[in-house]
């Protein structure tokens, strides 16, 4: 008999042989009935849903799981002035007086009109040294007591960042290359030993809250794209302690400077891992260039409003392509960040000479980012297979106005995020949420893709690459299984697939043309391998479903590389 049936429901397949239904049927973990409600199966359990969509499990392929928030510092998101951003530091000094530091999170770039924030700006909130970080992790802002305790001001170099400094040598309270920096090896122990929100302990209650986020807003496979060999453990404890009701997939961190020892290191720690059907590693993350925001993007011409700069990329030209030649060879999937023009086209070019030299096929390595991209290197993306791993939420003018634009220049706007063009290629587009640099809900992602708006419906630009909601929804689901090997088996409903989807609060079709009342929705079910891992309507008392792993290690599963090679 059918464990459990969805039925009365609205139901995306995305199968192209039946794309639409009414009901769905699951038993053992497995898609068994995809059909009108009229005939579906007796179920020992049947969920009439009035309705409401049903799609295939959400896969968020990006998700900085080990990130997420931490309880003892604040949140500075929304916050769009200094004084906003001075007063909810003041309120966490104020009310946490056993705080060794006072740390902020998630801080944008434009607080201060027309220049970078600095140490000045932080003056006068506490005594004690005052850490914050930017929304996308890839800048830190210190006041001049955090400077003297970490012996910046003295002339000392971090192994976590790179701190800006005026002409005569006085440090501005401003990091860059932070979240590149911080995952290395030297970096991790040193923040590790600096600063207490990037203890082992506090990540790993970061990464358990993210995976319960996760589970509660439709997301079933997670990709946490940035695990460095060191943090490892931490996830294999959140697989060995039940705490994984979404899949994860991770991605091993690599740092730019690091040697075919490392590589080797790589491979040896992804064949010995204890790998099961919700978590495995392969993929290896790599940075071609930084963030536009701070200008530290490669760009393929100058900034427009820093003439003669240009950016950097984040290795000497020629050495991404080595790299990846050689992490192809070794049998692996590279997931690289490139957000400038300049960063995509080098990564682009690493991945084709890649293939030639080692004659790979079908690997799907990926581009992360693909901010601002040229109108040459759009087709590439298709012509070579290469996963587009974008964002909505990133080109919301309530990010990127006021430095993403005039970082840019309007001349280049029609470069910034294009969705619409490069799904018209034939490309791949697995769209993702960037937790937590953007929220982890996909109905925010579904918003942002269909207006390119702020979340307050304020501003929008670049209306051309808008996208329809059932592209927004396929990103976030098919295309995010083929981005992983794993079509086969997730991102379709149809019989044989894995039982994972979610049920929304409503038929997200219904709100396609007022996207704002998407942002009113949320995930009703969550289902994982056919078990509901997340109800809306249960009480907050109900306990959460115990998944215990069923570990073997990666080696036995290179005979399926076809579906999920490394």
Known sequence: MTDLLLTDATVRTFDPHAPWAEAVGMTDGRITYVGPAADAPKARETRSLEGALVTPGIVDSHNHLLLGFDADAVSLEGAETLDEVRRRLIHLADTRPDLDWICGEN?????????????????????????????DQHSVWLNDVALRILGISDGVDIAWGRPERTADGTPTGWVTDFYTSAMTSAGIAAIRRDIPLYSPERRYRRMLSSLDMAASLGITTAVEPQVPLAELDLVLRARREGRMRSRVIAALFHPVDADDAFRAALREAVDGAPVDAHLRFGPVKLYADDVIEPHTAWMLDDYANRPGHRGHPSTALGELTRIVTQLDALGFQTHTHATGDGGIRLALDAIEHAARVNGTIDRRHGVVHVECIDPADLPRFAELGVVAAMQPRHCSPDLVAGTWMDNVGEERWDRAWRFRSLMASGAHVALSSDWQVGEMDPLVGYY???????????????????????????????????????ENELGTLRVGARADLVAWSDNLYAHEHEPAALLQQHAALTIVDGVVVHDAEAPASVPLPFVPPVTHSHHAQHDHAEENPA
């Open 107 to 135: 801080a944008v770039y434009s607080i201060v009109e027309n220049r970078r924030p600095d140490a000045r700006d932080l003056a006068g909130i506490t005594d004690r040294p005052v850490f914050v970080t930017t929304y």
């Open 448 to 486: 942002c893709a269909l207006t390119r708006a702020s979340i307050d419906g304020r501003e929008a630009w670049t209306p051309d690459e808008r996208l329809t909601l059932d592209d927004a929804i396929r990103g976030y689901t098919a295309e995010g299984a083929w981005a992983w090997h794993s």
